[in-house]
Protein backbone atom coordinates (compact mmCIF):
# COMPACT_ATOMS: atom_id res chain seq x y z
CA UNK A 1 0.00 0.00 0.00
CA UNK A 2 1.09 3.65 -0.80
CA UNK A 3 2.01 6.07 1.95
CA UNK A 4 1.46 9.39 2.50
CA UNK A 5 2.81 12.48 3.96
CA UNK A 6 2.46 16.24 3.85
CA UNK A 7 3.66 19.63 5.75
CA UNK A 8 3.33 23.12 6.01
CA UNK A 9 4.91 24.84 8.68
CA UNK A 10 8.19 26.60 9.39
CA UNK A 11 10.71 24.28 8.59
CA UNK A 12 12.59 22.79 5.65
CA UNK A 13 10.18 20.23 4.84
CA UNK A 14 12.58 17.94 2.12
CA UNK A 15 13.62 15.93 5.02
CA UNK A 16 10.92 16.23 7.22
CA UNK A 17 8.81 14.19 3.82
CA UNK A 18 11.60 11.48 3.51
CA UNK A 19 11.60 10.85 7.04
CA UNK A 20 8.08 10.56 7.46
CA UNK A 21 8.26 8.07 4.11
CA UNK A 22 11.07 6.25 5.67
CA UNK A 23 8.73 5.52 8.74
CA UNK A 24 6.11 3.82 6.22
CA UNK A 25 8.74 1.59 4.26
CA UNK A 26 7.84 -1.45 5.77
CA UNK A 27 4.30 -1.06 4.30
CA UNK A 28 5.85 -1.67 0.95
CA UNK A 29 6.42 1.04 -1.98
CA UNK A 30 8.05 0.38 -5.49
CA UNK A 31 8.67 4.26 -6.28
CA UNK A 32 9.00 7.68 -4.20
CA UNK A 33 8.53 11.37 -4.48
CA UNK A 34 8.04 14.70 -3.01
CA UNK A 35 6.54 18.03 -4.37
CA UNK A 36 7.68 21.13 -2.67
CA UNK A 37 7.01 25.26 -3.14
CA UNK A 38 9.96 26.56 -3.26
CA UNK A 39 9.04 29.87 -3.25
CA UNK A 40 8.53 30.38 -7.01
CA UNK A 41 6.78 27.28 -8.02
CA UNK A 42 6.12 23.99 -7.10
CA UNK A 43 9.34 21.48 -7.70
CA UNK A 44 9.06 18.05 -8.28
CA UNK A 45 10.95 15.34 -7.56
CA UNK A 46 10.20 11.41 -7.97
CA UNK A 47 12.12 7.99 -8.51
CA UNK A 48 11.74 4.53 -9.52
CA UNK A 49 12.79 1.81 -6.53
CA UNK A 50 13.64 2.51 -3.12
CA UNK A 51 13.77 5.52 -1.07
CA UNK A 52 17.14 6.09 -1.04
CA UNK A 53 17.64 7.06 -4.86
CA UNK A 54 14.87 10.10 -4.10
CA UNK A 55 17.45 11.21 -1.44
CA UNK A 56 20.33 10.90 -3.53
CA UNK A 57 18.39 13.31 -5.98
CA UNK A 58 17.22 15.57 -3.15
CA UNK A 59 20.65 15.85 -1.62
CA UNK A 60 22.25 16.20 -5.27
CA UNK A 61 19.89 18.61 -5.61
CA UNK A 62 18.24 20.11 -2.61
CA UNK A 63 14.95 21.51 -3.02
CA UNK A 64 14.10 24.58 -0.42
CA UNK A 65 11.13 25.33 1.27
CA UNK A 66 8.38 24.82 4.14
CA UNK A 67 5.25 23.41 2.18
CA UNK A 68 4.98 20.13 0.62
CA UNK A 69 3.82 16.51 -0.08
CA UNK A 70 5.42 13.14 -0.52
CA UNK A 71 4.83 9.72 -1.53
CA UNK A 72 5.83 6.07 -1.82
CA UNK A 73 3.92 4.44 -4.58
CA UNK A 74 2.70 0.63 -4.56
CA UNK A 75 1.92 -0.23 -8.13
CA UNK A 76 -1.97 -0.74 -8.70
CA UNK A 77 -2.25 1.10 -11.71
CA UNK A 78 0.24 1.12 -14.41
CA UNK A 79 4.05 -0.24 -13.90
CA UNK A 80 7.13 1.06 -11.36
CA UNK A 81 8.18 3.66 -13.10
CA UNK A 82 9.31 7.77 -12.46
CA UNK A 83 6.33 8.73 -14.78
CA UNK A 84 3.93 6.87 -12.75
CA UNK A 85 5.48 7.72 -9.23
CA UNK A 86 3.66 10.69 -7.17
CA UNK A 87 2.84 13.59 -7.40
CA UNK A 88 1.16 14.18 -10.39
CA UNK A 89 1.11 17.60 -11.18
CA UNK A 90 -1.30 19.88 -13.46
CA UNK A 91 -2.22 23.36 -13.71
CA UNK A 92 -0.27 24.34 -10.75
CA UNK A 93 -1.57 21.62 -8.41
CA UNK A 94 0.55 19.16 -7.37
CA UNK A 95 -1.05 15.82 -5.62
CA UNK A 96 -0.39 12.18 -3.87
CA UNK A 97 -3.13 9.83 -3.64
CA UNK A 98 -3.65 6.29 -2.08
CA UNK A 99 -6.19 3.99 -3.47
CA UNK A 100 -8.19 3.13 -6.67
CA UNK A 101 -9.91 5.94 -8.77
CA UNK A 102 -12.41 2.93 -10.39
CA UNK A 103 -13.93 5.11 -12.54
CA UNK A 104 -10.75 6.59 -14.44
CA UNK A 105 -11.27 5.40 -17.81
CA UNK A 106 -14.25 7.20 -18.26
CA UNK A 107 -12.68 10.43 -16.73
CA UNK A 108 -9.86 10.07 -18.75
CA UNK A 109 -11.68 10.04 -21.80
CA UNK A 110 -14.19 12.69 -20.98
CA UNK A 111 -10.50 14.60 -20.48
CA UNK A 112 -9.05 13.63 -23.57
CA UNK A 113 -11.78 15.05 -25.42
CA UNK A 114 -11.79 18.49 -23.38
CA UNK A 115 -7.79 18.46 -24.89
CA UNK A 116 -5.71 16.61 -21.93
CA UNK A 117 -3.14 15.40 -22.43
CA UNK A 118 -1.54 12.63 -19.45
CA UNK A 119 2.12 11.51 -18.61
CA UNK A 120 1.47 8.19 -16.98
CA UNK A 121 -0.96 5.49 -16.86
CA UNK A 122 -1.95 5.85 -13.56
CA UNK A 123 -5.57 6.49 -12.26
CA UNK A 124 -4.38 9.20 -10.67
CA UNK A 125 -3.54 11.60 -12.90
CA UNK A 126 -6.43 11.84 -13.77
CA UNK A 127 -7.16 13.28 -10.23
CA UNK A 128 -4.42 15.74 -10.82
CA UNK A 129 -6.11 16.94 -14.29
CA UNK A 130 -9.41 17.36 -12.62
CA UNK A 131 -8.57 19.45 -9.70
CA UNK A 132 -6.10 21.72 -12.15
CA UNK A 133 -8.59 22.26 -14.31
CA UNK A 134 -11.14 23.14 -11.85
CA UNK A 135 -8.69 25.45 -9.87
CA UNK A 136 -7.93 26.97 -13.70
CA UNK A 137 -11.49 27.86 -13.87
CA UNK A 138 -11.22 29.86 -10.80
CA UNK A 139 -11.72 27.98 -7.89
CA UNK A 140 -10.03 28.11 -4.76
CA UNK A 141 -7.96 24.76 -4.12
CA UNK A 142 -10.52 23.39 -1.33
CA UNK A 143 -13.64 23.98 -3.70
CA UNK A 144 -11.43 22.14 -6.70
CA UNK A 145 -10.65 19.49 -4.52
CA UNK A 146 -14.66 18.94 -3.23
CA UNK A 147 -15.78 19.21 -6.97
CA UNK A 148 -13.35 17.05 -8.17
CA UNK A 149 -13.86 14.03 -5.78
CA UNK A 150 -17.87 14.23 -6.32
CA UNK A 151 -16.95 13.04 -9.58
CA UNK A 152 -14.43 10.06 -8.63
CA UNK A 153 -15.75 6.53 -7.86
CA UNK A 154 -13.69 4.26 -5.66
CA UNK A 155 -11.33 5.05 -2.90
CA UNK A 156 -8.85 7.80 -1.96
CA UNK A 157 -6.88 9.96 0.21
CA UNK A 158 -5.87 12.52 -1.58
CA UNK A 159 -3.16 15.45 -0.52
CA UNK A 160 -3.36 18.70 -2.88
CA UNK A 161 -1.06 21.94 -2.75
CA UNK A 162 -1.10 24.43 -5.07
CA UNK A 163 0.82 27.65 -6.46
CA UNK A 164 -2.38 29.63 -6.33
CA UNK A 165 -2.71 28.85 -2.32
CA UNK A 166 0.91 28.27 -1.19
CA UNK A 167 0.31 28.34 2.25
CA UNK A 168 -1.83 25.33 2.44
CA UNK A 169 -2.52 21.50 1.91
CA UNK A 170 -5.87 20.10 1.01
CA UNK A 171 -6.73 16.71 2.29
CA UNK A 172 -9.89 14.45 1.13
CA UNK A 173 -10.57 11.09 2.29
CA UNK A 174 -12.89 7.99 1.20
CA UNK A 175 -12.37 4.72 2.27
CA UNK A 176 -8.08 5.41 2.37
CA UNK A 177 -6.85 6.11 5.84
CA UNK A 178 -5.45 9.32 6.20
CA UNK A 179 -4.92 11.64 9.39
CA UNK A 180 -4.06 15.15 10.12
CA UNK A 181 -1.57 16.16 13.12
CA UNK A 182 -1.04 19.52 14.72
CA UNK A 183 2.29 20.31 15.65
CA UNK A 184 3.40 23.69 17.36
CA UNK A 185 3.27 26.12 14.34
CA UNK A 186 3.22 23.23 11.92
CA UNK A 187 0.84 20.86 10.61
CA UNK A 188 1.11 17.23 9.06
CA UNK A 189 -1.16 14.94 6.85
CA UNK A 190 0.07 10.88 6.12
CA UNK A 191 -1.52 7.81 5.65
CA UNK A 192 -0.66 6.39 8.61
CA UNK A 193 0.82 7.46 12.54
CA UNK A 194 4.13 6.17 12.17
CA UNK A 195 4.87 9.40 9.29
CA UNK A 196 4.26 11.82 12.43
CA UNK A 197 5.53 10.69 15.43
CA UNK A 198 8.44 12.22 15.79
CA UNK A 199 6.83 15.87 15.28
CA UNK A 200 3.76 15.23 16.87
CA UNK A 201 1.40 12.84 19.13
CA UNK A 202 -1.79 15.22 18.27
CA UNK A 203 -3.61 13.81 15.39
CA UNK A 204 -7.24 13.92 14.27
CA UNK A 205 -8.56 10.69 12.12
CA UNK A 206 -10.53 11.99 8.70
CA UNK A 207 -13.86 10.05 8.28
CA UNK A 208 -15.12 8.88 4.56
CA UNK A 209 -16.50 12.11 2.21
CA UNK A 210 -14.56 15.03 5.25
CA UNK A 211 -12.07 16.94 3.42
CA UNK A 212 -9.35 19.41 5.79
CA UNK A 213 -7.39 22.52 4.89
CA UNK A 214 -4.14 22.51 6.59
CA UNK A 215 -2.38 25.93 7.36
CA UNK A 216 1.12 26.21 9.71
CA UNK A 217 -1.22 27.54 12.40
CA UNK A 218 -4.84 25.92 11.37
CA UNK A 219 -6.49 22.94 10.52
CA UNK A 220 -10.16 23.38 9.25
CA UNK A 221 -12.17 20.15 8.70
CA UNK A 222 -15.47 20.16 6.28
CA UNK A 223 -18.06 17.64 6.29
CA UNK A 224 -18.89 15.47 3.00
CA UNK A 225 -21.46 18.43 2.79
CA UNK A 226 -19.18 20.70 2.71
CA UNK A 227 -19.68 22.16 6.21
CA UNK A 228 -17.32 23.47 8.14
CA UNK A 229 -17.79 20.97 11.67
CA UNK A 230 -14.86 20.57 14.47
CA UNK A 231 -13.40 17.35 16.12
CA UNK A 232 -10.87 16.88 18.97
CA UNK A 233 -7.52 15.81 18.74
CA UNK A 234 -6.56 12.36 19.88
CA UNK A 235 -3.33 12.09 21.88
CA UNK A 236 -1.17 9.26 20.24
CA UNK A 237 0.91 6.88 22.62
CA UNK A 238 1.33 4.05 20.61
CA UNK A 239 5.50 3.68 20.34
CA UNK A 240 6.73 3.76 16.69
CA UNK A 241 7.05 -0.11 16.77
CA UNK A 242 3.28 -1.30 17.25
CA UNK A 243 2.20 2.16 15.09
CA UNK A 244 3.49 0.73 12.10
CA UNK A 245 1.71 -2.53 12.96
CA UNK A 246 -1.41 -0.08 13.57
CA UNK A 247 -1.39 -1.27 17.67
CA UNK A 248 -1.60 -5.17 16.15
CA UNK A 249 1.01 -7.16 18.20
CA UNK A 250 1.89 -8.77 14.41
CA UNK A 251 1.88 -7.80 11.02
CA UNK A 252 -0.10 -10.94 10.49
CA UNK A 253 -3.09 -10.50 13.07
CA UNK A 254 -2.91 -6.83 11.45
CA UNK A 255 -3.41 -8.74 8.03
CA UNK A 256 -5.81 -11.06 9.26
CA UNK A 257 -8.02 -8.15 10.17
CA UNK A 258 -7.55 -6.10 7.07
CA UNK A 259 -8.90 -8.84 4.93
CA UNK A 260 -12.52 -7.38 4.68
CA UNK A 261 -11.00 -3.95 3.44
CA UNK A 262 -8.69 -5.74 0.87
CA UNK A 263 -11.64 -7.83 -0.20
CA UNK A 264 -13.49 -5.19 -0.84
CA UNK A 265 -10.60 -3.91 -2.98
CA UNK A 266 -10.90 -7.29 -4.70
CA UNK A 267 -13.99 -6.89 -5.93
CA UNK A 268 -14.26 -3.13 -6.36
CA UNK A 269 -15.22 -1.87 -10.20
CA UNK A 270 -15.50 -5.74 -11.44
CA UNK A 271 -19.11 -6.79 -10.43
CA UNK A 272 -21.73 -5.60 -12.86
CA UNK A 273 -25.27 -6.53 -10.87
CA UNK A 274 -27.08 -5.01 -13.53
CA UNK A 275 -25.09 -7.15 -16.26
CA UNK A 276 -24.82 -10.33 -13.66
CA UNK A 277 -21.24 -9.80 -15.21
CA UNK A 278 -17.68 -9.59 -14.53
CA UNK A 279 -14.84 -6.93 -15.75
CA UNK A 280 -11.13 -8.23 -15.41
CA UNK A 281 -9.49 -4.49 -16.04
CA UNK A 282 -8.34 -5.31 -19.52
CA UNK A 283 -7.38 -8.59 -18.49
CA UNK A 284 -9.97 -10.46 -20.56
CA UNK A 285 -8.63 -12.89 -22.50
CA UNK A 286 -9.57 -12.26 -26.29
CA UNK A 287 -12.74 -13.71 -27.76
CA UNK A 288 -11.18 -16.34 -29.86
CA UNK A 289 -9.03 -17.96 -27.22
CA UNK A 290 -12.60 -17.79 -25.12
CA UNK A 291 -14.06 -19.81 -27.84
CA UNK A 292 -11.17 -22.24 -28.76
CA UNK A 293 -11.33 -23.09 -24.78
CA UNK A 294 -10.85 -26.68 -23.89
CA UNK A 295 -9.30 -26.18 -20.40
CA UNK A 296 -8.08 -24.25 -17.58
CA UNK A 297 -4.61 -25.36 -16.03
CA UNK A 298 -4.36 -23.86 -12.46
CA UNK A 299 -0.54 -23.62 -11.23
CA UNK A 300 0.94 -22.65 -8.15
CA UNK A 301 2.54 -23.51 -4.32
CA UNK A 302 1.60 -23.40 -0.97
CA UNK A 303 -1.18 -20.95 -0.19
CA UNK A 304 -2.03 -19.76 -3.82
CA UNK A 305 -1.53 -23.70 -4.52
CA UNK A 306 -4.45 -24.13 -2.33
CA UNK A 307 -6.70 -21.20 -3.50
CA UNK A 308 -6.05 -22.88 -6.76
CA UNK A 309 -7.80 -26.08 -5.56
CA UNK A 310 -10.95 -23.79 -4.29
CA UNK A 311 -10.51 -22.75 -8.01
CA UNK A 312 -10.60 -25.59 -9.77
CA UNK A 313 -14.08 -26.54 -7.86
CA UNK A 314 -15.65 -23.28 -8.37
CA UNK A 315 -14.70 -23.10 -12.12
CA UNK A 316 -15.70 -26.53 -12.73
CA UNK A 317 -19.31 -25.97 -11.21
CA UNK A 318 -19.96 -22.36 -12.36
CA UNK A 319 -18.31 -22.81 -16.19
CA UNK A 320 -18.14 -26.55 -16.49
CA UNK A 321 -15.20 -26.12 -17.95
CA UNK A 322 -12.73 -28.87 -17.12
CA UNK A 323 -9.85 -27.64 -14.44
CA UNK A 324 -6.39 -28.96 -14.00
CA UNK A 325 -4.61 -27.86 -10.99
CA UNK A 326 -1.06 -28.63 -10.12
CA UNK A 327 1.83 -27.23 -8.01
CA UNK A 328 4.58 -25.87 -10.28
CA UNK A 329 7.39 -27.60 -8.64
CA UNK A 330 5.73 -30.41 -10.01
CA UNK A 331 4.08 -29.22 -13.67
CA UNK A 332 7.52 -27.78 -14.76
CA UNK A 333 9.64 -31.03 -14.32
CA UNK A 334 6.61 -33.56 -15.73
CA UNK A 335 6.76 -32.55 -19.50
CA UNK A 336 2.90 -31.51 -19.23
CA UNK A 337 0.14 -31.63 -21.87
CA UNK A 338 -0.44 -28.13 -22.10
CA UNK A 339 -0.52 -25.86 -25.49
CA UNK A 340 -2.99 -23.89 -27.70
CA UNK A 341 -6.74 -24.44 -26.36
CA UNK A 342 -5.43 -24.14 -22.43
CA UNK A 343 -5.67 -21.18 -19.99
CA UNK A 344 -2.97 -21.53 -18.30
CA UNK A 345 -3.32 -19.71 -15.00
CA UNK A 346 -0.68 -19.51 -12.26
CA UNK A 347 -1.45 -17.72 -9.01
CA UNK A 348 1.01 -15.69 -7.11
CA UNK A 349 1.03 -13.15 -4.32
CA UNK A 350 4.88 -11.82 -5.01
CA UNK A 351 4.63 -12.90 -8.35
CA UNK A 352 8.50 -13.74 -8.51
CA UNK A 353 8.39 -17.75 -6.98
CA UNK A 354 10.31 -19.37 -9.15
CA UNK A 355 8.54 -22.75 -9.75
CA UNK A 356 5.82 -20.41 -10.63
CA UNK A 357 7.39 -18.49 -13.19
CA UNK A 358 8.86 -21.20 -14.71
CA UNK A 359 5.61 -23.34 -15.32
CA UNK A 360 4.30 -19.72 -16.98
CA UNK A 361 7.42 -19.88 -19.44
CA UNK A 362 6.40 -23.32 -20.08
CA UNK A 363 3.22 -23.14 -21.02
CA UNK A 364 3.50 -19.58 -22.79
CA UNK A 365 6.28 -21.26 -24.88
CA UNK A 366 3.72 -24.30 -25.74
CA UNK A 367 0.91 -22.18 -26.56
CA UNK A 368 -1.33 -21.72 -23.52
CA UNK A 369 -2.79 -18.12 -22.95
CA UNK A 370 -1.52 -16.94 -19.53
CA UNK A 371 -3.77 -15.21 -17.25
CA UNK A 372 -1.97 -14.57 -14.33
CA UNK A 373 -3.74 -14.36 -10.79
CA UNK A 374 -0.74 -11.55 -8.95
CA UNK A 375 -0.63 -9.45 -6.16
CA UNK A 376 2.24 -7.36 -6.50
CA UNK A 377 1.75 -5.08 -9.98
CA UNK A 378 4.85 -5.10 -12.39
CA UNK A 379 6.38 -8.33 -10.79
CA UNK A 380 7.95 -11.00 -12.72
CA UNK A 381 5.02 -12.97 -13.61
CA UNK A 382 2.39 -10.09 -14.68
CA UNK A 383 5.34 -8.94 -16.71
CA UNK A 384 5.62 -12.06 -18.98
CA UNK A 385 1.56 -13.09 -18.56
CA UNK A 386 -1.05 -12.09 -21.34
CA UNK A 387 -2.96 -10.72 -18.80
CA UNK A 388 -3.23 -10.14 -14.92
CA UNK A 389 -5.90 -10.17 -12.74
CA UNK A 390 -5.02 -7.74 -9.46
CA UNK A 391 -5.49 -9.45 -6.11
CA UNK A 392 -5.56 -5.70 -4.46
CA UNK A 393 -4.38 -7.15 -1.26
CA UNK A 394 -2.06 -4.61 -0.56
CA UNK A 395 1.47 -5.65 0.68
CA UNK A 396 1.83 -8.50 2.70
CA UNK A 397 4.36 -8.24 5.71
CA UNK A 398 3.69 -11.47 7.48
CA UNK A 399 5.49 -14.75 6.37
CA UNK A 400 2.38 -16.80 6.48
CA UNK A 401 0.00 -15.73 3.79
CA UNK A 402 -3.64 -14.79 5.09
CA UNK A 403 -5.00 -11.53 3.17
CA UNK A 404 -3.32 -12.59 -0.21
CA UNK A 405 -5.25 -16.33 0.19
CA UNK A 406 -8.78 -14.66 1.22
CA UNK A 407 -8.38 -12.46 -2.44
CA UNK A 408 -6.98 -14.96 -4.29
CA UNK A 409 -9.97 -17.08 -3.40
CA UNK A 410 -12.42 -13.88 -4.37
CA UNK A 411 -10.25 -14.00 -7.53
CA UNK A 412 -10.94 -17.19 -8.18
CA UNK A 413 -14.97 -16.28 -7.92
CA UNK A 414 -14.52 -13.79 -9.44
CA UNK A 415 -12.74 -15.99 -12.85
CA UNK A 416 -15.38 -18.89 -12.35
CA UNK A 417 -18.15 -15.96 -12.82
CA UNK A 418 -16.93 -14.45 -15.93
CA UNK A 419 -15.64 -17.64 -17.35
CA UNK A 420 -19.64 -19.17 -17.05
CA UNK A 421 -21.08 -16.07 -18.55
CA UNK A 422 -18.60 -16.25 -21.55
CA UNK A 423 -19.56 -20.13 -21.90
CA UNK A 424 -23.23 -19.64 -20.90
CA UNK A 425 -23.64 -21.92 -18.11
CA UNK A 426 -24.65 -19.01 -15.80
CA UNK A 427 -27.26 -16.69 -17.08
CA UNK A 428 -27.25 -13.10 -15.96
CA UNK A 429 -29.59 -13.79 -13.14
CA UNK A 430 -28.21 -16.84 -11.62
CA UNK A 431 -24.42 -14.69 -11.78
CA UNK A 432 -25.92 -11.73 -9.98
CA UNK A 433 -27.32 -13.89 -7.37
CA UNK A 434 -23.98 -15.22 -6.85
CA UNK A 435 -22.30 -11.95 -6.93
CA UNK A 436 -24.54 -10.32 -4.33
CA UNK A 437 -23.77 -13.40 -2.12
CA UNK A 438 -19.86 -12.33 -2.74
CA UNK A 439 -20.26 -8.79 -1.61
CA UNK A 440 -21.58 -10.13 1.59
CA UNK A 441 -18.40 -12.08 2.34
CA UNK A 442 -16.90 -9.34 3.62
CA UNK A 443 -19.37 -7.65 5.85
CA UNK A 444 -19.15 -11.35 7.92
CA UNK A 445 -15.66 -11.96 7.80
CA UNK A 446 -15.63 -8.75 10.04
CA UNK A 447 -18.29 -10.41 12.36
CA UNK A 448 -15.95 -13.33 12.16
CA UNK A 449 -13.26 -11.39 13.31
CA UNK A 450 -14.57 -10.33 16.54
CA UNK A 451 -14.50 -14.02 17.54
CA UNK A 452 -10.70 -13.52 17.75
CA UNK A 453 -10.65 -13.87 22.05
CA UNK A 454 -13.17 -16.48 21.60
CA UNK A 455 -10.65 -18.45 19.68
CA UNK A 456 -7.61 -17.55 21.76
CA UNK A 457 -9.55 -19.16 24.34
CA UNK A 458 -10.40 -22.71 22.36
CA UNK A 459 -6.10 -22.03 21.71
CA UNK A 460 -5.43 -21.83 25.19
CA UNK A 461 -5.80 -26.00 25.34
CA UNK A 462 -3.83 -26.80 22.46
CA UNK A 463 -0.05 -25.36 22.50
CA UNK A 464 1.27 -27.73 23.94
CA UNK A 465 -0.67 -30.49 21.12
CA UNK A 466 2.79 -32.14 19.20
CA UNK A 467 0.27 -32.69 15.99
CA UNK A 468 -2.98 -32.18 14.44
CA UNK A 469 -4.98 -33.08 11.79
CA UNK A 470 -7.19 -30.86 9.95
CA UNK A 471 -10.29 -32.45 7.99
CA UNK A 472 -12.33 -31.36 5.12
CA UNK A 473 -14.63 -32.06 2.27
CA UNK A 474 -15.19 -30.65 -1.39
CA UNK A 475 -14.40 -26.74 -1.14
CA UNK A 476 -13.19 -26.99 2.14
CA UNK A 477 -10.31 -29.77 1.57
CA UNK A 478 -8.21 -26.92 0.52
CA UNK A 479 -8.98 -25.14 3.53
CA UNK A 480 -8.17 -27.75 5.72
CA UNK A 481 -4.92 -28.26 3.87
CA UNK A 482 -4.69 -24.03 4.49
CA UNK A 483 -5.14 -24.91 8.01
CA UNK A 484 -3.02 -26.84 8.33
CA UNK A 485 -0.19 -24.60 6.49
CA UNK A 486 -0.98 -21.90 8.83
CA UNK A 487 -0.48 -24.09 11.82
CA UNK A 488 2.97 -25.22 10.83
CA UNK A 489 3.97 -22.29 9.91
CA UNK A 490 3.91 -20.26 12.74
CA UNK A 491 3.26 -22.82 15.52
CA UNK A 492 6.15 -25.42 14.03
CA UNK A 493 3.86 -27.93 15.11
CA UNK A 494 2.78 -30.63 12.60
CA UNK A 495 -0.04 -30.65 11.42
CA UNK A 496 -1.45 -31.82 7.96
CA UNK A 497 -4.68 -31.55 6.18
CA UNK A 498 -6.72 -34.49 4.76
CA UNK A 499 -9.81 -35.01 2.47
CA UNK A 500 -12.14 -36.38 5.25
CA UNK A 501 -13.20 -38.84 3.35
CA UNK A 502 -9.30 -40.10 2.87
CA UNK A 503 -9.00 -40.43 6.94
CA UNK A 504 -10.35 -44.12 7.13
CA UNK A 505 -7.53 -44.81 4.36
CA UNK A 506 -4.87 -44.25 6.59
CA UNK A 507 -4.28 -41.26 9.23
CA UNK A 508 -7.02 -42.44 11.65
CA UNK A 509 -4.31 -44.60 12.48
CA UNK A 510 -2.85 -41.53 14.15
CA UNK A 511 -5.81 -40.57 16.38
CA UNK A 512 -5.71 -40.85 20.19
CA UNK A 513 -6.58 -38.49 22.82
CA UNK A 514 -2.98 -36.73 22.52
CA UNK A 515 -4.21 -36.01 18.32
CA UNK A 516 -6.45 -32.54 18.23
CA UNK A 517 -8.50 -32.78 15.01
CA UNK A 518 -10.13 -30.17 13.54
CA UNK A 519 -13.12 -30.97 11.57
CA UNK A 520 -14.42 -27.99 8.90
CA UNK A 521 -17.89 -29.26 8.91
CA UNK A 522 -20.23 -26.09 8.03
CA UNK A 523 -23.87 -27.08 6.91
CA UNK A 524 -23.46 -28.03 3.03
CA UNK A 525 -23.86 -30.68 0.72
CA UNK A 526 -21.78 -33.24 2.37
CA UNK A 527 -22.35 -32.13 6.08
CA UNK A 528 -23.70 -35.35 7.03
CA UNK A 529 -20.48 -37.50 5.57
CA UNK A 530 -17.89 -35.02 7.41
CA UNK A 531 -20.23 -35.57 10.59
CA UNK A 532 -19.50 -39.27 10.79
CA UNK A 533 -15.52 -38.79 10.07
CA UNK A 534 -16.44 -36.43 13.16
CA UNK A 535 -17.91 -39.46 15.22
CA UNK A 536 -15.21 -41.45 14.07
CA UNK A 537 -12.63 -39.51 15.77
CA UNK A 538 -14.68 -38.84 18.95
CA UNK A 539 -15.23 -42.80 19.32
CA UNK A 540 -10.90 -43.13 19.57
CA UNK A 541 -10.88 -40.37 21.92
CA UNK A 542 -9.07 -37.72 19.41
CA UNK A 543 -9.94 -33.72 20.57
CA UNK A 544 -12.78 -32.30 17.73
CA UNK A 545 -12.36 -28.69 17.01
CA UNK A 546 -15.17 -27.66 14.49
CA UNK A 547 -15.88 -25.17 12.46
CA UNK A 548 -19.89 -25.29 12.04
CA UNK A 549 -22.58 -23.26 10.95
CA UNK A 550 -23.68 -21.11 13.49
CA UNK A 551 -26.68 -22.85 15.48
CA UNK A 552 -25.65 -26.13 14.44
CA UNK A 553 -26.63 -27.87 17.78
CA UNK A 554 -25.76 -31.37 16.33
CA UNK A 555 -22.16 -30.60 16.03
CA UNK A 556 -21.72 -29.06 19.72
CA UNK A 557 -22.78 -32.62 21.46
CA UNK A 558 -19.71 -33.89 19.28
CA UNK A 559 -16.94 -31.52 18.87
CA UNK A 560 -14.99 -30.15 22.16
CA UNK A 561 -14.61 -26.68 21.26
CA UNK A 562 -17.36 -25.10 18.40
CA UNK A 563 -15.85 -22.45 16.07
CA UNK A 564 -18.71 -20.91 13.82
CA UNK A 565 -19.51 -18.91 10.55
CA UNK A 566 -22.47 -17.49 9.28
CA UNK A 567 -24.66 -20.17 6.77
CA UNK A 568 -23.23 -19.68 3.21
CA UNK A 569 -23.66 -21.32 -0.14
CA UNK A 570 -20.89 -24.32 -0.70
CA UNK A 571 -19.03 -21.93 -3.31
CA UNK A 572 -18.52 -18.92 -0.41
CA UNK A 573 -17.51 -21.09 2.39
CA UNK A 574 -13.94 -21.12 2.19
CA UNK A 575 -13.59 -16.89 2.72
CA UNK A 576 -15.44 -17.55 5.83
CA UNK A 577 -13.75 -21.06 6.81
CA UNK A 578 -10.20 -20.03 7.02
CA UNK A 579 -10.83 -17.08 8.98
CA UNK A 580 -11.03 -19.03 12.44
CA UNK A 581 -8.04 -21.55 11.02
CA UNK A 582 -6.09 -17.95 10.55
CA UNK A 583 -6.85 -16.93 14.38
CA UNK A 584 -6.37 -20.53 15.94
CA UNK A 585 -2.80 -20.40 13.93
CA UNK A 586 -2.01 -17.12 15.48
CA UNK A 587 -2.98 -17.51 18.88
CA UNK A 588 -1.32 -20.79 19.50
CA UNK A 589 1.67 -19.00 17.98
CA UNK A 590 1.33 -16.50 20.19
CA UNK A 591 1.18 -18.20 22.99
CA UNK A 592 4.28 -20.24 22.17
CA UNK A 593 6.38 -17.11 21.60
CA UNK A 594 7.04 -17.79 17.89
CA UNK A 595 9.10 -15.24 15.66
CA UNK A 596 5.20 -15.26 13.90
CA UNK A 597 5.51 -12.55 11.06
CA UNK A 598 8.95 -14.28 10.36
CA UNK A 599 8.90 -17.69 10.77
CA UNK A 600 12.27 -19.63 11.31
CA UNK A 601 13.68 -21.46 7.85
CA UNK A 602 10.73 -18.94 5.81
CA UNK A 603 11.05 -16.52 3.49
CA UNK A 604 8.54 -14.31 2.28
CA UNK A 605 9.22 -14.96 -1.49
CA UNK A 606 10.55 -17.77 -2.64
CA UNK A 607 13.02 -17.04 -5.91
CA UNK A 608 14.77 -20.02 -5.85
CA UNK A 609 14.25 -23.49 -6.63
C1 LIG B 1 2.11 -19.30 2.79
O1 LIG B 1 1.81 -18.82 4.04
C2 LIG B 1 3.52 -19.12 2.35
N1 LIG B 1 3.97 -17.80 2.46
C3 LIG B 1 3.85 -19.82 1.02
O2 LIG B 1 3.27 -21.08 1.01
C4 LIG B 1 3.45 -19.06 -0.26
O3 LIG B 1 2.06 -19.08 -0.42
C5 LIG B 1 4.16 -19.72 -1.44
O4 LIG B 1 5.55 -19.63 -1.27
C6 LIG B 1 3.76 -19.09 -2.77
O5 LIG B 1 4.11 -17.76 -2.83
P1 LIG B 1 3.51 -16.80 -3.92
O6 LIG B 1 2.03 -16.76 -3.73
O7 LIG B 1 4.17 -15.48 -3.67
O8 LIG B 1 3.87 -17.37 -5.27
Redesign the pocket.
Known amino acids: MCGIMAYVGEQECAEILLEGLQKLEYRGYDSAGVAIWDGQRIELRRCEGKLVNLRRSVAAEPILGSLGIGHTRWATHGRPSEQNAHPHTWGGISLVHNGIIENYVALKQELSARGHDFSSETDTEIAAHLIGASVQSGHDLHTAVRLATKRMEGSYALVVISEDEPDRIVAARQQSPLVVAIGNGETFAASDIPAILAHTRDVIFLEDGETAVLTAQSVQLFDADGLAFERPTKHVLWDPISAEKQGFKHFMLKEIFEQPDKLVDTLRGRISLDRGDIALDGAEPPKAILDALKRVVLV???????AALVGKTLIEQLARIPVEVDL?SEFRYRDPLIGAGDLFV????????AD?LAALKMAHSRGAHVLAV???VDSS?PRISDGTLYTHAGPEI?????K??TT?LASMMLLAVYLGRRKGTLDPARARMLLEDLRTIPTQIEKLLEASDAVREIAKHFIHARSFLYLGRGVNYPIALEGA??LK?ISYIHAEGYAAGEMKHGPIALIDENMPVVVIAPKSETYEKVFSNLEEVRARGGKVLAVATEGDLKIARFADHVMTIPAAPDYLQPLLTIIPLQLLAYHIADMKGTDIDQPRN?????TVE
Open positions: ACGTSYHAPISQSGETTCNVIGVASTAFQLKELAKSV
